[in-house]
DNA sequence: GATGAATGAGTCTTCATTCAT
DNA sequence: GATGAATGAAGACTCATTCAT
C-alpha cells in the first residue's frame, strides 16, 4: 500500500462516527483533495491535511484509519457521487449515439469543474500499490461500464456494429476522454474548449463504432 | 513527488563514468525497474535496487545523483529508445492510415514485452511532482506528436478530414492506447489478443477520423 | 561547521513550544552539553542526546531545528545567562582595577563550576563554519565587550593609562583567561587553584595597564 | 577522534615513503591546509584535498594512514618548523623582556604570513576528541614553554618578580597572542596593525611580570 | 469527541577507506 | 608507486500514528 509501512494498520480500529460529525469529516477529505492535488499523495503530510481543514492531528484518526484510508474514502465517496450524476443525465437521452457525446461532455465537464479532484483521481490514485491498483479498478469498473453499457444497448438497437468488442472500446473511449483530461488539467493555456474536445472525441468514436455513414450521425443537426 | 522541493537536484554533483561502468549504469537501471514496477517508487528502497543489480549502496550514487535521478533517467533512456524504433518503423509504412494502425500495434507490443517497464511508464511517471509532471510532458510530448504527424501528413494527402484537431486526435489516440495498456499492465487474464485490441483501436480511430467511407480502410484485405 | 551550507537553517519549520515543554527543552540543552562536551560535536549523535535527555530522537526535532541549533541554542542561552551575571557582579565593585580582577575571578570560577558548558564553549564553537565563526563573534563580543567598558571607564577616571587600545587590550585579557580556562578544563592535576590563577592574571594585566605603580594595585591590602 | 568511526586504524599500516614523494607527501599537506581552513576539518572531504593536490584519493593513503593523520602530521611538522623558527630567533635577543616582544611580534607575523595554517591551527586543532586533545597538549607545551623558559630566564638575571608563575604567565601570554591571532584571522578589516598589536600585547605583559618601574622598559629607546 | 505533544521506525545519502588493476 | 571505482557503515531527520489529557 502506499504507506512505507509494512503492516495494514487494522480498519476495524476505526470508529464510525455519525450526526454533525459528518461535516467534519467532509472538511477532512476536501482539504485532502486539496493537498494531494497540490502535492501528491506521498508528499502530502497528514499534519498539512490536518492544518487545511482546522482539526488536530488526531482527530484524522478519530474519522479515517490511517493516510490511505482517506485517499481511498475520497474516492470512494466521490467516484460514487460522479457515477450517480451520470447514470442520471444519461438516462435523459434515449439515443445510443448521443449518450455517448453526453457521456464526453460530462466527464469533461466535471473534470473542468473539479481540477483538484480530477488531479487527485487522475494522478495520485495511479499509485503501484497493488492494493491501490486493485481497489481502483473495482471501482473505475462501474464507472466505465457505463460506456460499455451505452454500446451494448447500441448494438442491441442495431446503431453500433455488431463486431465492435464493448471491453475495447469502452476502454479506449475512456483512455481518450482520460488522456484529455490529463491534458486539461495540467496545461494552462489551450486553443480549445472542453466542449469541442470533448464533441471532437465523441464525434471520433461514433464514427467508428457506427453502423451508419458517418455523415448521418457526426453531424447531428445542432 | 521525487524530491520535495521543486529544483532540479544538483546533477553536477555525480560523476560521469564511462568505459565499461555504462555496463553497471544499465545493471542499476533495470534493477531500478524491477523494483520501481513492484513497489512502486516511493515505497522502493535504493538498497533494493542495489542489491538487486549487486552492487553496493553507494555504487549508485556514482551513476545517479539521488532516487529521483534514477527514475528521470531511466525515464529519459528508455523513452529515447521507443521513440527512435517507433519512428523507424512507422517509415516504413507509407500510408497515414496504415501508420496510425502500425503505431497502435506497436505501442501495445511494446508494452506487452515490457512489461515491468510499461508500468513504471505508466504507473510511476504520474506521480504529482511539478517537476515530474512537467518533465514527462515534455518527453512525453515528443511521443505522442508522432501521431499528430501522421495526422497532418493524411490531411495533407486527403486521407484524413479536414475538420481535424490534430492536436485533440493525438490526445484521443494516445489515451485510448494507453488505458488500454493499463488494463493489459495489470490485469492478469484477457478475453483477447494484444493484436486483436490494437486493431480494433486503430480501426475506431482511423473510422473516426478518415475522408473515405469506412468500409474501404477499415477493412483492409487482410 | 555545522551543517554543509552556509545558509541559516529553516528555522521556521520548528513549532515553537511553550508551557511545561520549557522544562523538556531544558532537558535536551543539558544532555547536549553533556554529550558534546564528552564527544566533541560532530561526534556526538542526536541518537544520544535523546537518549541522555530521556525523550525520543524525534522530540528533539520538536524543539530545535537541527543538530546545529541545538549547539546555537545551547550557545545563546548560556551566554546570556553568563553575561547577565558577569554584569550584575561586576556593577558591585566601583573601582576599574577591581573589577578586572572580579572579571577574572568569576570567568574562571564559571569555568570551574560548568566544566562540561565550559568546554562545549571553549572547543565546540570553535569549529570552522563560517556562519558559526560569524555567529560566535557576535555573541562573544558582548561578553568580551564588559573587558573593553571597564577599560574605557578606567581611562576615564584617570586610573587605567590613556595610550591602552581597549581593543587590543580587552582581546589580551580575554585570551589569557581563556588559555587558562582551556588548561583548567582539559587537565587533571594543577599545581594552585584557579583563585591564585586568576588573581595573578588579573595582576599581570592590571600591572600592564595602570596608570600608577604597579605596587600599590597589585598587592592589595588583602 | 575526529573521524567517525571507532575504531583506530592501524598507523603501522602506512608506509613510510621517502625520496622524491616527499614532494608529493608536501603537495598533500598544502592542499590538506588550504581544505581544512576553507571547509573545518569535519567537513572537508578526503577527496577534495585529492584534487586539491593532484592525486587520486588512493595515493593520499600511501602517505597518510588516514583523514586524522593528515591533521597530525600536518600540525607536528608545521610546528616543529615554527618552533625551529622561534628559538633561533629568541636567541638572537639576549634580554628577556625584549624576547618577550620578540616573541609577541614573530607569533603574530607568522599568523599574518600564513593565514590558512594559522586557521588550521586555530580552530581545527581545538577538536573535542580526547585524542587530539592530548596530543595538541604535547606539541603546543613545547611552543608555550618557550615563554615560560624566557620568564625563568628573567627571574634568574632578575628582570621579572620572583613572585610571578612562568607556569601561568606562560598561558596568560600565549593566550593573549591567540585571542588576538583569531581575531586576526577571523576579520576583515582592523584598525591597527599586527605590529601594533603584538606591541602593546608584549607591552601590557611586559609591565605586568617586570621588577623595574614600567617606564624604564614599556618605552624602549626606539 | 478532540487535542497535539510525543514517539520511533525507517531510509536516503555521504564519504573515509580499500584494493584490483 | 599510483589510480579511482567501489564499498558499506553510519546517522540526521521525517512523519504517520498514538494516547494521556
Chains 1, 2, 3, 4 share one sequence.
Do not use: C
Request: net charge positive; glycine share 6%; charged share 30%.
Amino acid at each position: 500500500m502506499p504507506s512505507g509501512s509494512h503492516v495494514r494498520p487494522a480498519r476495524e480500529k476505526m470508529r464510525k462516527p455519525r450526526g454533525r460529525s459528518t461535516e467534519k469529516r467532509q472538511r477532512i477529505i476536501n482539504a485532502a483533495v486539496k493537498v494531494f492535488a497540490e502535492k501528491g499523495f506521498y508528499n502530502a503530510k497528514v499534519s498539512e491535511i490536518a492544518r487545511e481543514s482546522g482539526v488536530a492531528n488526531g482527530t484524522i484518526y478519530l474519522y479515517f484509519a490511517n493516510k490511505d484510508d482517506i485517499l481511498i474514502s475520497l474516492f470512494e465517496q466521490e467516484m460514487k457521487r460522479i457515477i450517480g450524476r451520470m447514470k442520471a443525465e444519461i438516462e435523459l437521452e434515449p439515443d445510443p449515439l448521443r449518450q455517448i457525446e453526453k457521456f464526453a461532455l460530462m466527464h469533461l465537464s466535471l473534470i473542468e469543474e473539479h481540477k483538484e479532484l480530477a488531479e487527485v483521481l487522475q494522478v495520485e490514485l495511479r499509485q503501484s500499490s497493488k492494493f491501490m491498483k486493485e481497489y481502483r479498478n473495482r471501482k473505475f469498473a462501474e464507472y466505465v461500464n457505463l460506456i460499455s453499457a451505452i454500446i451494448r444497448h447500441g448494438q442491441a438497437v442495431g446503431v453500433v456494429r455488431a463486431d465492435i468488442m464493448p471491453g475495447i472500446a469502452k476502454r479506449a473511449f475512456f483512455g481518450a476522454l482520460d488522456e484529455m483530461s490529463r491534458f486539461w488539467v495540467l496545461t494552462r493555456r489551450k486553443k480549445y474548449s472542453i466542449q469541442t474536445a470533448a464533441r471532437q472525441i465523441a464525434e471520433f468514436f461514433v464514427h467508428g463504432i457506427a453502423s451508419l455513414p458517418p455523415g448521418q450521425v457526426a453531424a447531428p443537426p445542432r
